[in-house]
């Protein structure tokens, strides 16, 4: 069965340093992953994404992520965290052909001074 | 890059009435859209699928007597909530795939979201 799996419900960090979300994905085909950020009462924002090539993958707002197949992961980061980075993020995943995503439950944010 | 718009973006209405929310994509075509629902604090969760000129298909658990999906045409679905009641409150988002090649791969099909529509059932 497909599934996202985001092991931290909420993480809170100090402004200005590094931040590590989990992201595991469990997929039967070669995976197309995503990143999104939701901020209250908004819609989606994508991040970033990761069709194949490089597993190193650069994003919007100082992101990135790192694809590593052998641990089924596609754990986002940021060097320094900014107070305007708290919000909600979510993995996806997703196939070729019109399939749909399948989102992991998410991990709130919190930055503070 | 692709847009995809929805209207409304905000619906408040009275328990028993219907609700319809259109999901557009403005400068693609697309044969497929999903419809998802989010509850407050919770992931998204995939609906059905949207197609055009036929049925639609219904995830598991969803009444698909309830909510009613039309793809009228390749650049529109609707999404009808029919006898609308409180548990129905969530906000509604729809995405729709745009076909187009990366790094050697033939295809793939990057999904595009809609701004969502946060309904409100008193």
């Known amino acids: 069965a497909q599934s996202v799996t985001q092991p931290d419900i909420h993480i809170t960090v100090s402004e200005g340093a590094s931040l590590e979300l989990r992201c595991n994905y469990s997929?039967?085909?070669?995976?197309?992953l995503f990143w999104y950020v939701q901020s209250p009462g908004q819609g989606l924002q994508l991040l970033l994404k990761y069709f194949s090539g490089d597993t190193l993958v650069q994003g919007i707002k100082g992101f990135e992520a790192e694809f590593k197949r052998s641990q089924s992961s596609f754990n986002l980061r940021k060097p320094s965290v900014h107070w305007s980075d708290a919000a909600e993020y979510f993995c996806?995943?997703?196939?070729?052909?019109?399939?749909?995503?399948?989102f992991g439950k998410g991990t709130r944010l919190s930055v503070i001074a | 890059g692709a847009v995809v718009s929805q209207h409304p973006s905000r619906v408040i209405c009275k328990s028993g009435t219907s609700v319809k929310i259109e999901c557009r994509s403005l400068d693609f075509q697309a044969t497929t859209m999903f419809w998802y629902r989010q509850f407050p604090k919770q992931s998204l969760m995939l609906m059905a699928t949207s197609n055009e000129g036929s049925k639609a298909t219904y995830e598991q658990g969803v009444e698909k007597d309830k909510f009613l999906i039309n793809h009228a045409s390749l650049t529109l679905s609707t999404l009808t909530v029919t006898s609308a009641h409180p548990e129905d409150s969530s906000f509604y988002i729809c995405s729709a795939p745009l076909r187009g090649t990366s790094g050697g791969l033939s295809s793939y099909n990057e999904q595009f979201f809609g701004p969502g529509t946060r309904l409100t059932v008193l």
């Open positions: 997929y039967g085909a070669t995976p197309y």
């Open positions: 996806a995943v997703g196939g070729s052909g019109n399939t749909p995503l399948v």
